[in-house]
C-alpha cells in the first residue's frame, strides 16, 4: 500500500469514527409531555438559544493557548471565530507540510477538538498518536485534515468539512491558505527564515515580516472580524502564533479600523527561547508595533504559580509574568484597562494552563460591559 493510501485509509476510518460519535437526531415518536426526555430537550433548547444569542468573537492565535480559551468561551456563545495561524514548522504538522504541501494542520485540529460538543471523546480519537510505521509521530486529527484536503482540493474547504462533520460551537478558519513563511531580522543584524528558527531567538528579535508579503487572509477573517464584539489576542506564543496572523496587512488593518474592543490575554509564563526575559510589557510593544497601538484591555493572572511548577519551568528557562507597578502605570497612561484574575490551572497533574472558564467569563463581562455602553452612549 502506498503512502498516500495508507494515509487515506487512515483518515477515512477517522472520520467514519468520528460520524459515528456525533449524535444522531432520534426518529422515534415525540417523547410525552413531561417525561424526563422532554425535560431535556426543553432544558438543551433553552442553552442552545442562549448560546446563539453570545456575543461575536474572534479569537486570534493558534497553539494550546488559542485552544485552551475556546475550550471554555464555547460555554458562553456558539458565535465564535477562531483565526489560526499556518505558519508551523515542528511535529506531524511540519511533516505533513514538508511532504504534501498541505498547510499545517495541527493548531487548527487543536481548535476544532476545543470547539466540539463533547471535547474528550474527540480529545481521545483526534489526538491519537501512531508509534510505529510510516505513521509514527502523526496524530490522526491531522490524517484526517490532509485526507480531507485530498479529497476536496482545498484547505479551506476541508476546515469547512470538518466544521461541519463535528458540529462545533463556532468555527474554525486557516487566516490564509497561501504558504507564507515568517521571517525575521535579529539585534545583531542575523537574519533568519521559518517559525523553529524564530522561536528560538524571538527574544532577540528586532523585526519580523512573512513571505510572500502579498499574501492574502482568507475573506471569511476580514468579515468575522467586521462583524465581531469582540477582537481576542492571544494567550499563545507571541512571535509565532499571535503575530503571525497579524503581519498579514489586510488583517491588520481590519483589526486596526474596528470600533470595538480588542483584548490582549498574557501569558502565564515566558516561553523558553521564544521570549526568554520579556516581560508583558515587551510582549505588547511587539503587538503595538504591528496593529499601531496598544489594546483597550489587558487579561493578566495575578495568582502564585505553585512552587513546585515554578521550579519544573524555570529549569528550563520560562519565568511567570507578573505586572509590576511601573507597568500598571505605563498601561494606565496609554488607556489600557488592565483586568487581573485567578487564570491558572493545572492540567493533568503537568501543564499550566489559563483557567479557561475564568477567562471566558472575564471576557464575556468584557464584551456585555461594551454593549450596554454603546447603548446608552
Same mark, same amino acid.
Given at each position: 500500500?502506498?503512502?498516500?493510501?495508507?494515509?487515506?485509509?487512515?483518515?477515512?476510518?477517522?472520520?467514519?469514527?468520528?460520524?459515528?460519535?456525533?449524535?444522531?437526531?432520534?426518529?422515534?415518536?415525540?417523547?410525552?409531555?413531561?417525561?424526563?426526555?422532554?425535560?431535556?430537550?426543553?432544558?438543551?433548547?433553552?442553552?442552545?438559544?442562549?448560546?446563539?444569542?453570545?456575543?461575536?468573537?474572534?479569537? +486570534?492565535?493558534?497553539?494550546?493557548? &488559542? @485552544?485552551?480559551?475556546? *475550550?471554555?468561551?464555547?460555554?458562553?456563545?456558539?458565535?465564535? /471565530?477562531?483565526?489560526?495561524?499556518?505558519?508551523?514548522?515542528?511535529?506531524?504538522?511540519?511533516?505533513?507540510?514538508?511532504?504534501?504541501?498541505?498547510?499545517?494542520?495541527?493548531?487548527?485540529?487543536?481548535?476544532?477538538? %476545543?470547539?466540539?460538543?463533547?471535547?474528550?471523546?474527540?480529545?481521545?480519537?483526534?489526538?491519537?498518536?501512531?508509534?510505529?510505521?510510516?505513521? =509514527?509521530?502523526?496524530?490522526?486529527?491531522? $490524517?484526517?485534515?490532509?485526507?480531507?484536503?485530498?479529497?476536496?482540493?482545498?484547505?479551506?474547504?476541508?476546515?469547512? =468539512?470538518?466544521?461541519?462533520?463535528? %458540529?462545533?460551537?463556532?468555527?474554525?478558519?486557516?487566516? /490564509?491558505?497561501?504558504?507564507?513563511?515568517?521571517?525575521?531580522?535579529?539585534?545583531?543584524?542575523?537574519?533568519?527564515?521559518?517559525?523553529?528558527?524564530?522561536?528560538?531567538?524571538?527574544?532577540?528579535?528586532?523585526?519580523?515580516?512573512?513571505?510572500?508579503?502579498?499574501?492574502?487572509?482568507? $475573506?471569511?477573517?476580514?468579515?468575522?472580524?467586521?462583524?465581531?464584539?469582540?477582537?481576542?489576542?492571544?494567550?499563545?506564543? $507571541?512571535? /509565532? @502564533?499571535?503575530?503571525?496572523?497579524?503581519?498579514? =496587512?489586510?488583517? !491588520?488593518? *481590519?483589526?486596526?479600523?474596528?470600533?470595538?474592543?480588542?483584548?490582549?490575554?498574557?501569558? &502565564?509564563?515566558?516561553?523558553?527561547?521564544?521570549?526568554?526575559?520579556?516581560?508583558? !510589557?515587551?510582549?505588547?510593544?511587539?503587538?503595538?508595533?504591528?496593529?499601531?497601538?496598544?489594546?483597550?484591555?489587558?487579561?493578566?493572572?495575578?495568582?502564585?504559580?505553585?512552587?513546585?511548577?515554578? $521550579?519544573?519551568?524555570?529549569?528550563?528557562?520560562?519565568?511567570?509574568?507578573?505586572?509590576?507597578?511601573? =507597568?500598571?502605570?505605563? &498601561?494606565?497612561?496609554?488607556?489600557?484597562? +488592565?483586568?487581573?484574575?485567578?487564570?491558572?490551572?493545572?492540567?493533568?497533574?503537568?501543564?499550566?494552563?489559563?483557567?479557561?472558564?475564568? &477567562?471566558?467569563? +472575564?471576557?464575556?463581562?468584557?464584551?456585555?460591559?461594551?454593549?450596554?455602553?454603546?447603548?446608552?452612549?
Amino acid at each position: 500500500m502506498t503512502n498516500f493510501a495508507v494515509i487515506l485509509a487512515a483518515g477515512f476510518l477517522a472520520g467514519c469514527v468520528v460520524s459515528a460519535l456525533l449524535p444522531i437526531t432520534s426518529r422515534n415518536k415525540p417523547a410525552s409531555k413531561g417525561s424526563p426526555s422532554r425535560r431535556r430537550d426543553v432544558m438543551s433548547s433553552a442553552i442552545e438559544h442562549r448560546l446563539l444569542q453570545g456575543p461575536q468573537f474572534v479569537c +486570534i492565535g493558534g497553539g494550546t493557548g &488559542l @485552544s485552551t480559551l475556546l *475550550a471554555g468561551l464555547k460555554g458562553f456563545s456558539r458565535n465564535i /471565530t477562531a483565526v489560526v495561524a499556518v505558519t508551523d514548522e515542528g511535529g506531524s504538522s511540519g511533516r505533513l507540510r514538508q511532504e504534501w504541501g498541505v498547510l499545517p494542520p495541527g493548531d487548527i485540529r487543536n481548535c476544532l477538538v %476545543a470547539l466540539a460538543e463533547d471535547d474528550n471523546s474527540l480529545n481521545r480519537i483526534l489526538n491519537f498518536r501512531f508509534d510505529r510505521g510510516e505513521l =509514527e509521530g502523526h496524530n490522526l486529527g491531522n $490524517l484526517i485534515l490532509l485526507a480531507a484536503s485530498e479529497l476536496t482540493g482545498d484547505f479551506n474547504k476541508a476546515v469547512e =468539512e470538518l466544521n461541519r462533520l463535528l %458540529a462545533i460551537r463556532g468555527r474554525v478558519l486557516p487566516v /490564509t491558505t497561501e504558504t507564507i513563511i515568517l521571517n525575521g531580522e535579529t539585534e545583531d543584524g542575523e537574519f533568519i527564515k521559518g517559525e523553529l528558527d524564530i522561536s528560538s531567538n524571538g527574544s532577540k528579535m528586532k523585526r519580523m515580516w512573512l513571505e510572500p508579503a502579498s499574501a492574502k487572509p482568507l $475573506l471569511e477573517v476580514i468579515r468575522a472580524i467586521n462583524s465581531a464584539d469582540l477582537i481576542v489576542l492571544g494567550p499563545g506564543s $507571541l512571535f /509565532t @502564533s499571535i503575530l503571525p496572523n497579524m503581519l498579514l =496587512e489586510d488583517v !491588520t488593518r *481590519a483589526i486596526r479600523n474596528s470600533e470595538i474592543p480588542k483584548v490582549y490575554v498574557a501569558n &502565564l509564563m515566558t516561553q523558553t527561547k521564544e521570549t526568554e526575559r520579556m516581560s508583558i !510589557t515587551s510582549h505588547l510593544d511587539w503587538i503595538a508595533s504591528v496593529l499601531g497601538d496598544i489594546p483597550d484591555y489587558i487579561v493578566v493572572n495575578h495568582t502564585p504559580i505553585p512552587d513546585d511548577y515554578l $521550579l519544573r519551568y524555570r529549569e528550563k528557562g520560562a519565568e511567570p509574568l507578573y505586572l509590576s507597578r511601573e =507597568e500598571e502605570r505605563y &498601561l494606565e497612561r496609554n488607556d489600557c484597562a +488592565i483586568v487581573s484574575a485567578d487564570l491558572v490551572n493545572i492540567q493533568d497533574g503537568k501543564y499550566l494552563r489559563h483557567h479557561s472558564k475564568n &477567562l471566558a467569563e +472575564i471576557l464575556m463581562r468584557i464584551a456585555r460591559d461594551y454593549s450596554e455602553n454603546d447603548k446608552h452612549g
